[in-house]
């Protein structure tokens, strides 16, 4: 199987499209690491044209939030007012959607699939530490992870040596390659469709062809000027506005 690996969408429609129009014809099921929706400007259309892929999909913290099953005092406030919003544009249908999405982490026999972390949903997985400790209960050698909204992730030999994994996309270019060894064991971080913060505005997204045992980590640019006026129509805090052109 091949899969098209989403993370972070984050009701970025346009971001979106770029990433399935590049990655058409090159995957077979998709599966997507949560945060569907939050502070983009499109979370119904967002939710829908996932709906209609059948993904495997674990929810996110922005997923709870959405649907108010969270304390949003927890959230810094721009994200909160952002979740508001999102909250009051919600179909009813779409809301029902996000709220019957597992709680993970999901497994197969291929890969194991959380939104932050093997130990905690909600866990910012930013260091090798924290990613060490989490990898100790990971059933498969390849755990798909978001939260973070930066590409990459980590990696635990079978020696116990570890290391960061990060791939440098260049301009122009759009793709870099990881080779799986399955005596050992990754945590691999798509990057974020609709909100990156590595530096990079380009959608992330990961293409893993599990019988080569290949992790494609890719880029692909969006017109995010569409994207931001419309959150400037909808009223959306600037700063979230800004931060999709800083990649950050
Ligand atoms: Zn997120």
Redesign the pocket.
Same mark, same amino acid.
């Given at each position: 199987m091949r899969y098209l690996v989403l993370s %972070?969408i /984050?009701g970025n429609l346009e971001a979106m499209q770029a990433v399935m129009d590049q990655a058409r014809g090159e995957f077979d099921q998709v599966i997507c690491c949560g %945060?569907i929706v #939050?502070y983009g400007p499109n979370p119904n259309e967002v939710t829908e044209a996932i709906r209609d892929l059948k993904p495997l999909v674990v929810r #996110?913290n /922005?997923e709870k939030a959405a649907l108010g099953m969270v304390d949003l005092s927890l959230f810094n406030p721009l994200a909160k007012q952002a979740a508001l919003w999102t909250r009051n544009v919600l179909t009813a249908e779409n809301r029902e959607y996000l709220r019957l999405i597992p709680t993970g982490p999901i497994y197969n026999s291929e890969f194991t699939l959380v939104h932050g972390s093997l130990l905690d949903e909600d866990e910012y997985l930013i260091d090798r530490d924290e990613a060490l400790l989490s990898l100790k209960s990971a059933p498969n050698a390849v755990t798909f992870f #978001?939260?973070t /909204?930066i590409q990459g992730g980590f990696v635990v030999l079978e020696d116990g040596r570890s290391g960061v994994l990060n791939p440098v996309i260049r301009q122009g270019a759009f793709e870099g390659e990881l080779s799986i060894d399955p005596r050992h064991k990754y945590l691999i971080n798509p990057g974020?469709v609709g909100q990156p913060r590595d530096y990079d505005p380009r959608a992330a997204y990961v293409i893993y062809q599990a019988e080569q045992q290949r992790v494609r980590y890719m880029r692909v640019d969006y017109p995010l000027q569409t994207t931001q006026e419309k959150m400037v129509k909808a009223g959306l805090p600037p700063y979230l506005i800004d931060r999709l052109r800083l990649g950050r």
């Open positions: %972070d /984050h %945060d #939050g #996110g /922005h #978001g939260h /909204h974020s």
